[in-house]
């Protein structure tokens, strides 16, 4: 329990530091393949212009993924570490995260050395609570007095996240919606999801984002509902009127209005 317990006072100055991290965070690359989009961001110099551009658009939280010279995600410290440093020279002002999803490196140990290893730390990371060895990713990323996003994509990964005890320490829950839903599959499954997670009585703050074709009907619930939510190259290559996004700066633009 020691650990945790000095782990949350951290991540609680965190979560103070970053309270203004809300509504808007932007997603700008996700796992998406290069070339999947034009102006789709890869190298840290492409990542620092998205990010500036970003927060000027109304952001107010960078999410990203990290890339090696191959163009694939990584978590080696050094790519994560020229990445972070050239966004935050772009935008200084912006609390910035990366994922730690376990399709990046798929083997818990060598994520887990990949965490230990980093030279620059994320103000953030996202955990995905489906995916095996979630809890230790975590514990190891508050250790080193990073912010945890709990990614939950489904109910059952709710209760396993409310369960553990560093739940309360989090500094965002993610309630995340699959591509594939209409306007009213995720109005119903995000209110459901909301309804669970309010349940349990954690008082984390929430942001919801969905993917493809749940990407702006749960921005528009999110802004309704004041909630936090991304979004992004990431997370969608549309504008709500199905037209192509011309890039990050366009898509969080948008995203923005819904605020006003």
Same mark, same amino acid.
């Given at each position: 329990?020691?650990?945790? #317990?000095?782990?949350?006072?951290?991540?609680?100055?965190?979560?103070? #530091?970053?309270?203004?991290?809300?509504?808007?965070? =932007? !997603?700008?690359?996700?796992? #998406?393949?290069?070339?999947?989009?034009?102006?789709? /961001?890869?190298? *840290?110099?492409?990542?620092?212009?998205?990010?500036?551009?970003?927060?000027?658009?109304?952001?107010?939280?960078?999410?990203?993924?990290?890339?090696?010279?191959?163009?694939?995600?990584?978590?080696?410290?050094?790519?994560?570490?020229?990445?972070?440093?050239?966004? #935050?020279?772009?935008? /200084?002002?912006? /609390?910035?995260?990366?994922?730690?999803? =376990?399709?990046?490196? *798929?083997?818990?140990?060598?994520?887990?050395? !990949?965490?230990?290893? !980093?030279?620059?730390?994320?103000?953030?990371?996202?955990?995905?609570?489906?995916?095996?060895?979630?809890?230790?990713?975590? =514990?190891?990323?508050?250790? &080193?007095?990073?912010?945890?996003?709990?990614?939950?994509?489904?109910?059952?990964?709710?209760?396993?996240?409310?369960?553990?005890?560093?739940?309360?320490? !989090?500094?965002?829950?993610?309630?995340?919606? *699959?591509?594939?839903?209409?306007?009213?599959?995720? =109005?119903?499954?995000?209110?459901?999801?909301?309804?669970?997670?309010?349940?349990?009585?954690?008082?984390? /703050?929430?942001?919801?984002?969905?993917?493809?074709?749940?990407?702006?009907?749960?921005?528009?619930?999110?802004?309704?509902?004041?909630?936090?939510?991304?979004?992004?190259?990431?997370?969608?290559? &549309?504008?709500?009127?199905?037209?192509?996004?011309?890039?990050?700066?366009?898509?969080?633009?948008?995203?923005?209005?819904?605020?006003?």
């Amino acid at each position: 329990m020691r650990t945790v #317990r000095l782990s949350r006072e951290t991540v609680l100055w965190n979560l103070k #530091r970053l309270d203004s991290a809300l509504p808007l965070q =932007a !997603c700008l690359n996700g796992a #998406r393949s290069p070339g999947s989009h034009p102006a789709l /961001p890869l190298s *840290p110099e492409e990542l620092a212009a998205d990010a500036a551009e970003a927060i000027r658009a109304g952001a107010s939280s960078l999410h990203l993924h990290p890339r090696g010279a191959d163009g694939k995600e990584t978590l080696a410290a050094a790519a994560v570490a020229d990445a972070l440093a050239a966004v #935050r020279r772009a935008a /200084p002002d912006g /609390p910035a995260g990366v994922s730690t999803g =376990a399709w990046i490196v *798929p083997d818990i140990r060598e994520r887990l050395a !990949c965490i230990a290893s !980093c030279t620059v730390l994320p103000d953030f990371v996202s955990v995905n609570w489906h995916e095996e060895g979630a809890e230790l990713v975590a =514990a190891a990323c508050l250790e &080193r007095g990073i912010g945890i996003e709990a990614g939950l994509f489904h109910p059952a990964a709710l209760q396993a996240w409310a369960t553990w005890r560093g739940a309360a320490s !989090c500094l965002r829950a993610l309630v995340e919606l *699959p591509d594939g839903l209409d306007e009213d599959a995720t =109005a119903a499954k995000a209110k459901r999801m909301l309804a669970d997670l309010d349940q349990t009585g954690l008082g984390v /703050p929430v942001l919801l984002h969905g993917e493809g074709s749940s990407c702006w009907p749960a921005l528009r619930l999110a802004a309704s509902r004041g909630l936090g939510t991304r979004i992004g190259l990431e997370d969608t290559l &549309r504008l709500p009127d199905g037209s192509p996004a011309s890039g990050n700066r366009e898509l969080v633009a948008v995203g923005a209005a819904f605020y006003r």
